[in-house]
Each structure stands twice: as C-alpha cells, then as structure tokens.
C-alpha cells in the first residue's frame, strides 16, 4: 500500500515542474524553531524589517508613557503643594528654611532677593516665582506655574500642561494599538507564507523519497508533520518574533527611562529581572529532555490509535475492542502522570513571572523609602514612574511564557519537518536524464542484476538475475512468499535503483539514465488493492493523463465495463467517491483501475497481484477485462493465483535461493515436475 501511495502521485505531470519555494533551505535534523524563524524572516526581509520599525514604535511610546507617569504624577503633586501653599506661616517657615540652607550660595542673588522681598511683606500673597523656587528646591527641578496659577511640566522646549499630556498619553495607546496591530498583521502574513512554504517543501520532498522511506515511517506521522508541525511553527511565527522582539526593546527602553528617572532603584531594580529571568530560563532547560520525550510518547500513542482506528475490521473480527479500550486506558493515564509531572515545573514560570511583577512593584517602593525617606512627594512620583515602567517590561512578559511552555513543541514539530525534508532517502536526480525514442518500451533485459533492500543489506533478494522481456509480450513470475518476484516489479518501477548490474531498455538505455517521469508515463501500474482518489469518477480517471476529453473517459470506462455502473449513480461521471472509493465494491473499484490503464495507454502493463483480493466470480470478470488490457502490451504480473496466467507467454519461476528455476509457458510447466507444478497444486487445493 505504501508503494501505490509513492506511485499515485508519481505520475502527476506536473511534478517535474513543481515550484520548491523552500529549495534554498538548508534543512537538517537539528534545525530548530529559530533557526526556521530567522530563515523567514531574512527571506521576508522588507515585512519583517517593518515588523521590528513597528515593534520599536510601540516600543518608544510604551517607554515614553512611563514619561508620562512621571510628569502627570509630579503635576499632581505640585497642585497638591499649591494648595497648601495658601497657608502663610507655613510658606514664611518653608522660605526661611531655603534661605537658611544656601549658605554656600547655590541659588542666585536674585532668587534669594524674591524670598526675602516676601518674608518682609508678611500680608503679601505668595507669588508663582516664590512657588517655582519652593518647587525646584525641594521637589523637581521639571515642573514650573505659570503667571496664571497652573502648573506645567517641561518637555523639550515646552511647558506642557496637566490635561495636554493627558491627551498625550491617550494619543500614544491609540499609536500603540494601531502600530501593533500592523505588526501583527506583518508578521501574520510572513507566517502564513511560511505555513505554505513548509508545506510545500514536506509535500515536494514526501513526493521524491523512495520507497524505503515510507516502509520505515507510518502515515500517521507523516500526515501529522504536513498538518500539525506546520501548523504549531506557523502559529509560533505569527506570535513569538513581536513577543520577544518587544521585550528586548521595551525592556532595554524601560531601564533607560527608569535609570533617567533614579539611577540606584533601576540598578537594584534590574538585578532582580535578571534574577527573575534567570531562573525561568533554568526551568525551560530542565524541562527541556523530559518534555521532547513527552512529545515523542504521545505522538506514538496518537500514532497507534491511528492505526487502530484504520485496522478497525481486524479489531472488530478478533474481538479486541475491550483489550485495546484497557490498552488506551492505560497508555493515557501513563502519559496523564508524566504529564502532571512536567506541569508542575512548567506552572513555576508563570508563577515567577507573576511573583515578579509584585516583587518588583513592592520593591521599587522599599527602596524609594529608604532613599528618599520623608520626602513623600518625591517618593510617590518615583513610585508610579517605577510602577509603569514595570508594567511595561513584565507586560510582554506574560505572553513570554506561553512561548516557553510550547517552544520545545515548536522545536520538535521543527525537527520533524528537518528529519523529512533532509536529503536523506531521496530518489536521485539524473544530471543528465535521457528519454525513450517515441515513448515506446520495446525491450527490457536484466543484465545479472542483483539487489538487497536497504532495511536488510545483507540479504540478498535478487542475485544475478539475466532475463530478456520483448515488447507485445506477457511475463509473469511467480514463486512462494520472499523469492522476489515483486521486486523485480518494484526495479522496473524504479522503487529502488540501489541494484548492481544493469536493467537495459530498448538495447541501448539503463533505466536508471531516464528521466523516471519519462519513464513513468510509458508504464501502466494495478495494484492488488485499487487506489481510488477522494474525488469525483472524472478526476480519478482524468489523474493519470490530465488532457483527457470526457469522451475518451467514457470510452475507457466502457471497455474496462463499468460505465453502466456510473451512469447509474446519483451524478454519473461528476459523482464523488469517498475516501478509497468506500461505495464501491473490490470489484468495481478494480474496474475503474482498468478504465484508468486503458485511458492512459501505456506500452508496458505490470499486474502486482491485481485480482488475488476477489473472489472467484469476480476475478474472471476481472481478468477478462485485463486481457483486453494487455493485447499487443508488453505485460509482466505477479501471480498469486496461477490460473490467470494461463495464456501468457513465458512464465519466470522463483525459488527462495534468489535464482529463477524454472522457465517456460503454462502447459509446459505443468507437465513436468517441479516447484511450478507444487505451487499450482497447493493453489488449486485451497480453490
């Protein structure tokens, strides 16, 4: 079965020209998420160099609301002070106390003049110079009042008011949430394409490997790469850049900003986020092993409910439902405890993160206390400045652990994708590659040919195999189970090239020199078990030569008898077939198979068992169909039933000692004793 799904898609017409957008992918087994990341960034390079513009934008306008904090705090403070500034014997003691202490002389001749001209009017109402003096000296040197009796904080060469940086700061979220929004719609796009690009490279590479690929990986795991790895790196893409990208930026700008505000609270203040981030990364790498081998257990659990679920007829007929139940039970409740186990040291991140957040909000004010001691006002500026600016660093933060807790996934689904995508098990490509004059087959000669699949190189399955097979002619070769007769089939197929010795076509060709799509478009492939598209009748016939008119499908379908049948169906020719053509018998989806051969009309026809799943009744319709087929091809089966093979012209006998040992037509090889003779006697018992 695994063969036929190389095959099916072997043939497609177009594969030859398929666009790789990957094709500059270094891909290996140990490329991890960030690596992917990166490359699709660079290759995206103008989107993504867009993405970091608006990333630091929103950046700058986070760090600069923490500005903002800061002024619309001390403004506050100073209308506070303002207000208890109508109090003359407070202001006179505040006045005398300033004048006291510039006995070095640090405030100019003419401040000090003001203070005095207003300790000598005791009735005198205090005027803004006075308060600006009280302010700068004692609280921030930023804030000044105005003539008109309101308070205004410096930006730049401006004196911004109280209610124009609240504007301010509205300004900046809106900028902010229309700035990330293009960001992650920038980033998003370059994540789809890298969700196409991903999928295209997997689908490209699983359409070039050899056979011995799919007969060492299950279905399950390469249709879990194609739609759950792609998916799990696209959605790591789409959020995980902006995420960290955001961080580093807001981080650096928010300690710049908070080092501006107070030098020695930033510096504690950043020893304990590198603390914090510290031991959330040792976490992350402690976990790292016991979670990849979480990953890998669960995906071969997944991987044999699949299969169970497949094989539901065997389940079903052996009786085993109740064993296999247990069985799950079993495996699920496995994986649920180590599970558990692996929550418990994941759960430690966000704990720390949240832990942090109130660590470090508490923090900045334990330290303003101890530096600033009664100075409150300056303390509570400091404090909301702080307060802000951690808001801003442990933000994005958040978002950061959900990137840690899934990025060994990612990482997983990374190395999946690279352990496909890697060069490993590839057909090899022809530098040179020849073709077949007028696509035509007309000789076939094994030229001491030996082979040994790869799985197990030491076992010979072919040795020394020379053989002639002319064109219009039929062959078959039969033998018990392991003489290899299919794979002498699955050489001229070109499933393995890995042989010694030479397959010479035409006299003068080694297959191994044409071009396989040349060389796939003059071959006519049924299988024991029919490969039947989930399309309508016409797509699964139209599959093999895609120019086809619907009358010459019509026709195909009439010769293989089974174009009544699909007139009959609800929508003719545009029904839909299921899944592996469920509706259909074995009988009818072999016909269809037939109807596809004669469509496609190639010079040489192999018959791989093709009716040893039927039944008696319906193998004779069957094989009188496939006469029609083969007339005037050259045509090689494998028998399994050695009375379909009556007619054919030479019949090739093997034995488990990897030679053939028998050779000659039907009637001659039933007359004279020998392993031909055993086997048609064993065959016809069981009939």
């Not at 091809?633 to 379909?644: D, F, G, M, Q």
Request: contains cysteine.
């Amino acid at each position: 079965m695994k063969d036929n799904f190389f095959i099916r898609y072997q043939n497609d017409e177009h594969l030859a020209e398929f666009k790789d957008l990957t094709e500059n992918t270094n891909f290996n087994k140990s490329k991890g998420f960030f690596s992917i990341w990166f490359f699709y960034w660079k290759k995206h390079s103008v989107k993504s160099a867009l993405v970091i513009f608006f990333i630091l934008l929103v950046s700058l306008l986070s760090v600069f609301n923490i500005f903002i904090a800061r002024q619309l705090t001390s403004l506050l403070v100073a209308e506070t002070m303002m207000n208890s500034f109508n109090n003359h014997q407070m202001m006179t003691e505040i006045v005398a106390g300033i004048i006291e202490q510039n006995i070095s002389g640090q405030l100019p001749p003419e401040i000090i003049k003001i203070l005095e001209d207003f300790l000598s009017s005791p009735s005198s109402t205090v005027s803004p110079e006075v308060i600006n003096i009280i302010i700068h000296s004692y609280y921030f040197d930023y804030v000044s009042v105005g003539s008109d009796g309101i308070a205004r904080a410096h930006f730049l060469f401006l004196e911004v008011k109280k209610i124009e940086w609240i504007w301010m700061l509205l300004s900046c979220i809106f900028l902010i949430v229309i700035f990330m929004y293009v960001a992650y719609v920038l980033c998003g796009s370059i994540s789809e394409d890298a969700n196409t690009d991903l999928k295209n490279k997997l689908v490209k590479s699983l359409l070039y490997k050899n056979i011995e690929f799919y007969n060492s990986n299950s279905q399950s795991s390469i249709s879990e790469a194609i739609v759950k790895d792609c998916k799990n790196i696209a959605e790591q893409l789409k959020v995980a850049p902006i995420i960290i990208v955001f961080i580093i930026f807001s981080t650096v700008g928010s300690i710049a900003m908070l080092t501006y505000i107070d030098v020695v609270i930033s510096m504690l203040m950043l020893a304990l986020i590198l603390i914090t981030l510290l031991v959330a990364l040792i976490v992350v790498l402690v976990i790292a092993k016991p979670m990849k081998k979480s990953i890998v257990e669960r995906s071969e659990h997944d991987s044999s409910i699949t299969e169970k679920i497949s094989l539901i007829r065997l389940v079903k007929s052996s009786g085993n439902w109740e064993s296999e139940v247990k069985e799950n039970n079993i495996e699920t409740e496995k994986n649920n405890k180590t599970n558990k186990k692996l929550n418990l040291a994941i759960s430690v991140i966000p704990g720390i993160i949240i832990g942090a957040m109130g660590c470090l909000t508490l923090s900045s004010m334990v330290f303003g206390v101890f530096i600033f001691g009664d100075n409150t006002q300056k303390l509570i500026t400091v404090f909301s400045s702080f307060t802000a600016g951690i808001f801003v660093m442990v933000t994005p933060i958040f978002q950061l652990n959900t990137i840690l807790q899934s990025i060994n996934v990612t990482n997983k689904s990374s190395q999946n994708i690279g352990d496909i995508v890697s060069n490993e098990n590839k057909i090899k490509k022809i530098k040179y590659p020849k073709f077949l004059t007028k696509n035509v087959i007309e000789k076939i000669e094994f030229n001491d040919v030996s082979f040994a699949y790869p799985s197990r190189p030491d076992e010979q399955v072919i040795k020394n195999l020379s053989i002639v097979l002319e064109k219009g002619k039929s062959y078959a070769f039969v033998g018990p189970s392991g003489s290899g007769k299919s794979t002498v089939t699955r050489l001229l197929m070109r499933f393995y090239e890995d042989y010694s010795g030479k397959i010479i076509i035409n006299n003068k060709l080694e297959v191994r020199d044409i071009s396989l799509k040349n060389w796939m478009d003059n071959i006519g492939y049924v299988d024991q078990e029919p490969q039947i598209l989930s399309a309508t009748v016409f797509e699964n016939l139209r599959y093999v030569k895609k120019d086809a008119t619907d009358e010459e499908i019509i026709e195909a379908c009439k010769k293989a008898k089974i174009h009544n049948l699909i007139e009959n169906m609800e929508n003719g020719y545009e029904t839909f077939l299921k899944e592996r053509g469920k509706q259909l018998s074995g009988g009818q989806q072999q016909r269809l198979v037939i109807a596809r051969m004669f469509l496609k009309n190639p010079s040489l026809i192999i018959l791989d068992e093709a009716t040893s799943a039927l039944d008696n009744l319906v193998e004779k319709e069957i094989s009188l169909e496939l006469e029609k087929l083969i007339e005037g091809k050259t045509t090689i089966a494998i028998a399994h039933r050695l009375s379909t093979i009556k007619n054919y012209d030479k019949i090739f006998v093997l034995d488990t000692n990897k030679k053939i040992v028998q050779e000659g037509t039907f009637n001659q090889l039933i007359k004279v004793p020998g392993l031909f003779k055993e086997l048609y006697e064993v065959g016809k018992e069981k009939e």
